[in-house]
């Protein structure tokens, strides 16, 4: 009787999950140990296998017969074979296969998943992959959000046509956005450099909530969004891609890449693109969507020896924007209303990174970044000059204690960044130092996975900051993931242009003398739950993040109707914010994903605690995506609803103001059809679908010069649908 | 006599609806990873006449699905054997084969 108890208990604990993670290296004839891709681990008595990720990590569910033997195999290397054993399960091996005699080729290649939380990272990092930004075709960044509940992209204003960003209902430049982990889109470009990124250049997004590790800087307060560029490595020999839509809009983005020697790849990318044709269907006499030129250009490199590897590029960028009035031109209409806006920015980036010939687990990469970028807008009268020179410098040391459950990260920063910003009269100029060091302490145990960082900054305006961060994740079971963040960040605002939309009404600015950096605590978590439907893998997620500002640059439009007061934060400011997600494969190839959002957004305006204006309190999302089983045709559909928002009280004469200062409930469907040839794909796609429209987008469009003009309280698009076709190009390279 | 009778009008039923109905097969080939998969399909799939084509590299099994009057069952082995593959009873072109990844070469995965 005992013994079935015993055998019972047993075959329980056997029955639960057994799980075992793993990194598999190669370690070639005079070579580096590097990561192994795509290596197989198979069970001898399941013959159940699974493959490493391209980082060489894997994670196998053990069999319920323990002992087992795992085979570990890729092309090139020697086999290896490990017996495992009950004591095994939720361990962490480390494999080191060796070269063959012969030197065989390493095949390498990836599954391109389109949309994923990351299993393995300990922060909630969502990737979007190449597949999910070809579901919105159209054309920079601000549109490859589209498919995406985590972040919201939004108009600043009803006549300029820039978009911003928002995570967990807070503006844009709350979120720090890296390229291939150099700063991006920072100062002068937050306003309008979600258009200067072509959506072609960008292989894969990562998205991360709440605040970043501490290697990444000091800036990332409610998220952290990291882009991808397509490298010299990977990417096709020949890419040409053209699009046009409704409105008159071009594009032409093309890029390939060439190897020179054999150490060197390189990589050419341009872009250029344009409306120029005027766009008035509300009939309002105003330009719905300004008219445009826009070219940019990329030159990467790449560098592979022994024992160093490089990237370096420049990159420059230029955009012209005329908005406003029908019939206005700078330079021949002076009378009429009218926005220019002229970005220009030249950038260059360098990255090299060490390695240790004898300690293959220690490295040392430097990461450089000079910047020069001028902005001139003009809103109607009032002009606005920026120019900004900036410079960057990050070292990281990544290495162990002991061994790799113990992993250590430090390093030094140095920022330094000269930007002046006119408005009419007013001149804010800056110039900021700001060296930096920081620490990181990784602990990779059976389940929990821990990060503990911390950085100092010492700014030459503002003093030291210190900023800890700490990101863990719990594995319940081998499907159920828990996460928690906590971490402060801080910026320093740069009041005109992070607001420059704000010029587009007849109120003044006013601005406290003083304006302190901003300082914000996030603390949130998440949970995964991974499971079968039908055998196909499927995931729901919650998520929940609390932001809370120590000092935040407050802009009151509700104080009163003629004024917005630009001030430091007296009472509080806060946010919350709730996501939902479910991604269900409902049947094979065609997946659903459906998400809501909740957010609570407050701080003290026009002297009471009330919601942030244009932030909706909630937002549902559905995004449909099927692909036929030779996967020549996909098909995507994505329909958000945005809830109520807030709007600032506005004045219509002397005595008449607005009365219904909430914008109303809207639905947003787009739709993309693919269709796949060998060497081509055509694409056919149409934006808000349902021709939703908000009517009084501007206020008093007649007297733009008069004292009750604003175009800033737009909630909802003002041009009605749009439909546009495309066509991508593409030679890739040859597989050796 | 039953069963050749249900073969006669299932012939019957296919000479009548041969233009219309497109034909499902499975083929056993020698391919045996995710490459090999990448490259099959991606051949196939671009073949005219062919509606779909799969490969489950696990049981090294190749379904597809294609109209009869287009492409023939003989032309989408021969096309696996060009790649390199077997093809049912159709051997892989040597030279293909030479020319194949170490992966997709025969017994690749277990080398």
């Known amino acids: 009787m005992k013994s079935i108890f015993t055998i019972a208990f047993f075959l329980i604990s056997f029955a639960g999950f057994s799980q075992l993670k793993g990194v598999i290296y190669g370690k070639a004839v005079n070579e580096t140990r590097k990561h192994l891709h795509n290596a197989k681990i198979t069970s001898l008595i399941t013959k159940e296998f699974v493959e490493t990720d391209e980082h060489g990590v894997f994670e196998i569910i053990l069999g319920k017969t323990l002992p087992d033997t795992l085979i570990f195999s890729t092309f090139g290397f020697r086999n290896d074979t490990l017996i495992v054993t009950n004591k095994d399960r939720f361990s962490i091996i480390e494999i080191n296969l060796y070269e063959n005699q012969i030197l065989e080729e390493l095949v390498i290649s990836y599954k391109k998943t389109t949309h994923s939380i990351s299993k ?45 960003i928002q995570m967990m209902g807070l503006d844009g430049v709350y979120t720090q956005i890296q390229m291939e982990n150099i700063p991006y889109m920072r100062g002068l470009e937050s306003a309008f450099g979600l258009g200067s990124m072509p959506g072609t250049w960008v292989e894969s997004i990562q998205i991360t909530k709440g605040t970043g590790n501490v290697v990444n800087g000091y800036e990332s307060m409610a998220g952290l969004v990291n882009l991808e560029l397509k490298k010299p490595q990977s990417m096709e020999k020949f890419y040409f891609n053209a699009y046009g839509n409704r409105f008159g809009r071009g594009e032409l983005n093309s890029h390939g890449k060439l190897n020179v020697g054999k150490k060197w790849q390189t990589g050419l990318f341009g872009h250029a693109s344009g409306l120029f044709s005027e766009v008035d269907n509300n009939k309002d006499g105003f330009r719905d969507i300004p008219m445009s030129k826009n070219a940019s250009f990329l030159n990467r490199w790449n560098y592979s020896g022994k024992r160093m590897e490089a990237q370096m590029g420049v990159n420059a960028y230029y955009e012209s924007k005329e908005g406003g ?35 293959p687990y220690q490295s040392i990469g430097i990461v450089y970044n000079l910047k020069y970028q001028t902005t001139h807008a003009q809103f109607g009268k009032r002009i606005f000059n920026g120019e900004e020179k900036r410079g960057y410098i990050n070292a990281i040391f990544d290495g162990i204690i002991g061994n790799t459950n113990h992993g250590i ?3 030094l920063s140095f920022v330094f960044v000269d930007l002046t910003q006119k408005l009419d009269s007013l001149t804010l100029p800056r110039i900021e130092y700001v060296p930096g060091a920081f620490a990181e302490y990784t602990f990779k145990g059976l389940r929990f996975t821990g990060v503990v960082g911390a950085r100092g900054d010492y700014h030459n305006l503002y003093g030291f900051q210190f900023s800890p961060r700490f990101h863990g994740k719990f594995s319940v079971t081998e499907k159920l993931d828990l996460r928690f963040t906590a971490g402060r960040g801080f910026r320093v605002p ?18 406290e003398k003083n304006i302190e950096a901003e300082v914000s605590w996030n603390l949130g978590g998440s949970i995964v739950q991974e499971f ?71 701080a003290e305006y026009g002297g009471k605690m009330q919601q942030q204006v244009m932030i909706p309190t909630q937002r549902g999302f559905v995004n449909l995506a099927y692909k036929t089983r030779n996967k020549r045709w996909e098909y995507d559909a994505t329909l958000s609803v945005y809830g109520k928002s807030r709007l600032h009280m506005v004045h219509f004469s002397p005595t008449e103001h607005s009365t219904d200062n909430m914008s109303k409930v809207y639905p947003i469907l787009n739709a993309q059809i693919t269709h796949v040839f060998k060497k081509w794909d055509f694409y056919i796609g149409g934006e808000n679908l349902t021709n939703y429209k908000q009517k009084d987008a501007l206020v008093d469009p007649q007297n733009p010069f008069g004292s009750y003009f604003d175009a800033t309280r737009v909630w909802a698009p003002i041009q009605g649908v749009n439909v546009y076709v495309g066509v991508r190009w593409k030679l890739k390279s040859e597989k050796s | 006599m039953k069963t050749i009778l249900i073969i006669c009008i299932a012939f019957l039923g296919f000479s009548f609806k041969q233009d219309v109905k497109p034909q499902l097969v499975t083929i056993k080939t020698s391919a045996e990873c995710g490459e090999c998969k990448e490259r099959i399909e991606s051949k196939l799939n671009y073949t005219k006449g062919i509606v779909f084509s799969e490969l489950d590299f696990k049981t090294q099994v190749l379904t597809v699905k294609f109209k009869p009057t287009k492409v023939t069952l ?38």
């Open chain 1, 325 to 359: 009035q029908t019939g206005f031109s700078a330079s021949r209409t002076p009378n009429l209303y009218g926005v220019t806006i002229e970005n220009k920015h030249v950038d260059v980036f360098a990255k090299t990174g060490f390695l240790f010939e004898k300690k």
């Open chain 1, 532 to 602: 079968k439907f039908f055998r196909r893998k499927a995931n729901i997620s919650i998520d929940f993040y609390h932001t809370y500002f120590e000092n935040q640059l407050i802009v009151d439009r509700d104080i009163d109707m003629n004024n917005f007061y630009f001030s430091n934060l007296t009472g509080k400011s806060y946010s919350n914010s709730f996501q939902t997600e479910i991604s269900l494969p409902v049947l094979p190839r065609f997946d659903v994903r459906l998400a809501y959002k909740y957010l609570d957004v407050k």
């Open chain 1, 120 to 164: 393995l990272k300990t922060l909630h990092v969502e990737e979007l992959g190449e597949g999910e930004l070809r579901k919105a075709a159209c054309c920079n960044l601000s549109e490859s959000f589209e498919t995406n509940a985590s972040v919201d992209v939004n108009m600043t204003d009803a006549i300029s046509g820039a978009k911003k």
């Open chain 1, 494 to 511: 740069n009041v005109i242009i992070d607001n420059i939309s704000l010029l587009a009404t007849s109120r003044n600015w006013v601005i």
């Open chain 2, 74 to 111: 003989e032309q989408i082995k021969q096309i696996v054997s060009d790649l390199g593959y077997d093809a049912d009873d159709v051997k892989a072109n040597v030279d293909a084969q030479k020319a194949l990844p170490l992966c997709c070469q025969p017994h690749g995965m277990s080398k």
């Open chain 1, 409 to 411: 990260k430090g390093g």
